[in-house]
T-cell receptor
């Protein structure tokens, strides 16, 4: 089955700096890679996703890149703000088979003033 | 839409008691997922259903856990008997297979077993 590794487990940045979270996956057949944000005491929510036919996707201050050859993908947050503080999870799946997501272990991002 | 609905939001029970968690997926969604979240183990998929049929229950910890989905709008996760190590937040999520693939999570049930 799929295995997803995520690094770092914790990340502290100054407000305004950029943050990068990296994930690797094991199953080369996986073709869908979402990122979820979970604020303290809340539910995980999708913030951005990328499919294997695309190398990069941006949405305002958030971007995700995918390297299929190396089987890794990354989340980039620019101009970080205190409200970006949360736990971020990457995930991977092969769509069409029920969309069972395999999640990474999460990154606790803290944006300091 | 009200989103995914879970009940109860909090449950405190004694070891050995039966616990039933409930989930109502978003109308029209045909996939439903049960997750458990703890600090030690992160977010674990327990079981998921497609069109009310259990597809993969390999994440269910042991026979004390069971899940059902009698119709498209309701699912239950039952723990019998409960143990302190079952204490966690249990999330239900739903998605539309064939759509955007996004999983919509419910607010979760915080279970404490004493």
């Amino acid at each position: 089955g799929e295995n997803v590794e995520q690094h770092p487990s914790t990340l502290s940045v100054q407000e305004g700096d950029s943050a990068v979270i990296k994930c690797t996956y094991s199953d080369s057949a996986s073709n869908y890679f979402p990122w979820y944000k979970q604020e303290l005491g809340k539910r995980p929510q999708l913030i951005i996703d990328i499919r294997s036919n695309v190398g990069e996707k941006k949405d305002q201050r958030i971007a995700v890149t995918l390297n299929k050859t190396a089987k890794h993908f990354s989340l980039h947050i620019t101009e970080t703000q205190p409200e970006d503080s949360a736990v971020y999870f990457c995930a991977a799946t092969l769509t069409g088979g029920g969309n069972k997501l395999t999640f990474g272990t999460g990154t606790q991002l803290k944006v300091e003033l | 839409d009200a989103g995914v609905i879970q009940s109860p939001r909090h449950e405190v029970t004694e070891m050995g008691q039966e616990v039933t968690l409930r989930c109502k997926p978003i109308s029209g969604h045909n996939s439903l997922f049960w997750y458990r979240q703890t600090m030690m183990r992160g977010l674990e998929l327990l079981i998921y259903f497609n069109n009310n049929v259990p597809i993969d229950d390999s994440g269910m910890p042991e026979d004390r856990f069971s899940a059902k989905m009698p119709n498209a709008s309701f699912s239950t996760l039952k723990i019998q008997p409960s143990e302190p190590r079952d204490s966690a937040v249990y999330f239900c999520a739903s998605s539309y297979q064939g759509g955007s693939y996004e999983q919509y999570f419910g607010p979760g049930t915080r279970l404490t077993v004493t």
